[in-house]
């Protein structure tokens, strides 16, 4: 009798450690594909009760993980909420790129140049990869209100401010800054760049420098004040430092030497001109 209930109990064990298997596979199967449901707007799929309680799934394998069709459509639900959020606020920020914020509404990190644009030269990436560092750190760090990013053209600056502006949720505003020479389109936003939560100030340093200096001393007054209040800026310029505080004044270089200024070398590496040549390279390989 012993000998009998001591088969019994290993023969129960084995048959349950099947069964599990067996629930895990109908699970498995049942999220992949259930054999009864043959798309998302069937009358199968819209009268499944799996869509609200799994547990009381009515069509399919039973105990089965909530409809495949249901949490594709939540999915991608989500993510098109995302991206037209995203949309919105570059649009309403002002970026002034249509491929920058239509690449940027879709992404979910600050995308890299490709390492075969630069060929067997990979230190050229330096300013690239500085740039993304730093901006991952000023989007984390909520201490961090001002990022200065100096460089020569193409070396992704206003990407880099387009990319900020993308995963900020404040409301922003994109200021070229050459918006000073044109006081038609100046006076609309000059009380808006004062109170946006974000602002980026795009080529500083294109504006022109006229004799009365208005435009200069605009510019100047406008980052310095947000800097006194810790109003948050994106910066982007072909000046150094140097000439920076050249042109700007003292109240401005006084400033740029704060903790929470942080200026970051892109470099002079064109990176869109890299770009074309690895292109132009690929098309006659090809």
Same mark, same amino acid.
């Given at each position: 009798?012993?000998?009998?209930?001591?088969?019994?109990?290993?023969?129960?064990?084995?048959?349950?450690?099947?069964?599990?298997?067996?629930?895990?596979?109908?699970?498995?199967? @049942?999220?992949?594909?259930?054999? @009864?449901?043959?798309?998302?707007?069937?009358?199968?799929?819209?009268?499944?009760?799996?869509?609200?309680?799994?547990?009381?799934?009515?069509?399919?394998?039973?105990?089965?993980?909530?409809?495949?069709?249901?949490?594709?459509?939540?999915?991608?639900?989500?993510?098109?909420?995302?991206?037209?959020?995203?949309?919105?606020?570059?649009?309403?920020?002002?970026?002034?790129?249509?491929?920058?914020?239509?690449?940027?509404?879709?992404?979910?990190?600050?995308?890299?140049?490709?390492?075969?644009?630069?060929?067997?030269?990979?230190?050229? @990436?330096?300013?690239?990869?500085?740039?993304?560092?730093?901006?991952?750190?000023?989007?984390?760090?909520?201490?961090?209100?001002?990022?200065?990013?100096?460089?020569?053209?193409?070396?992704?600056?206003?990407?880099?401010?387009?990319?900020?502006?993308?995963?900020?949720?404040?409301?922003?505003?994109?200021?070229?800054?050459?918006?000073?020479?044109?006081?038609?389109?100046?006076?609309?936003?000059?009380?808006?760049?004062?109170?946006?939560?974000?602002?980026?100030?795009?080529?500083?340093?294109?504006?022109?420098?006229?004799?009365?200096?208005?435009?200069?001393?605009?510019?100047?007054?406008?980052?310095?004040?947000?800097?006194?209040?810790?109003?948050?800026?994106?910066?982007?310029?072909?000046?150094?430092?140097?000439?920076?505080?050249?042109?700007?004044?003292?109240?401005?270089?006084?400033?740029?030497?704060?903790?929470?200024?942080?200026?970051?070398?892109?470099?002079?590496?064109?990176?869109?001109?890299?770009?074309?040549?690895?292109?132009? @390279?690929?098309?006659?390989?090809?």
């Amino acid at each position: 009798m012993k000998k009998l209930q001591m088969f019994d109990e290993k023969t129960l064990k084995h048959f349950q450690d099947r069964a599990l298997v067996a629930m895990e596979n109908i699970k498995r199967t @049942r999220r992949e594909d259930c054999p @009864r449901c043959p798309s998302a707007k069937s009358e199968i799929a819209l009268k499944c009760s799996s869509r609200l309680d799994a547990d009381t799934e009515t069509h399919g394998f039973e105990d089965g993980p909530m409809c495949k069709h249901v949490e594709e459509k939540a999915r991608r639900e989500a993510e098109e909420e995302v991206i037209r959020a995203r949309t919105l606020r570059m649009q309403h920020a002002g970026v002034p790129d249509p491929d920058m914020v239509k690449h940027f509404a879709k992404v979910k990190v600050m995308t890299q140049p490709s390492r075969s644009w630069f060929g067997p030269d990979q230190s050229q @990436r330096e300013g690239s990869e500085r740039v993304a560092e730093a901006v991952n750190y000023y989007l984390s760090d909520p201490h961090m209100r001002h990022l200065l990013l100096i460089g020569g053209t193409g070396t992704g600056k206003s990407t880099a401010a387009a990319w900020v502006v993308a995963s900020t949720l404040d409301n922003a505003h994109w200021l070229p800054a050459r918006t000073v020479d044109d006081m038609e389109r100046w006076r609309p936003v000059s009380s808006l760049v004062y109170s946006a939560p974000l602002l980026v100030i795009d080529d500083l340093g294109t504006e022109r420098q006229s004799e009365s200096g208005w435009g200069v001393e605009t510019l100047s007054s406008l980052w310095v004040d947000r800097i006194d209040r810790g109003m948050r800026t994106v910066v982007t310029t072909n000046l150094s430092i140097a000439a920076l505080s050249s042109r700007y004044g003292e109240r401005l270089r006084s400033r740029l030497n704060r903790t929470d200024v942080a200026p970051v070398a892109a470099g002079n590496v064109d990176l869109r001109k890299l770009k074309r040549d690895y292109q132009q @390279r690929m098309g006659e390989v090809k």
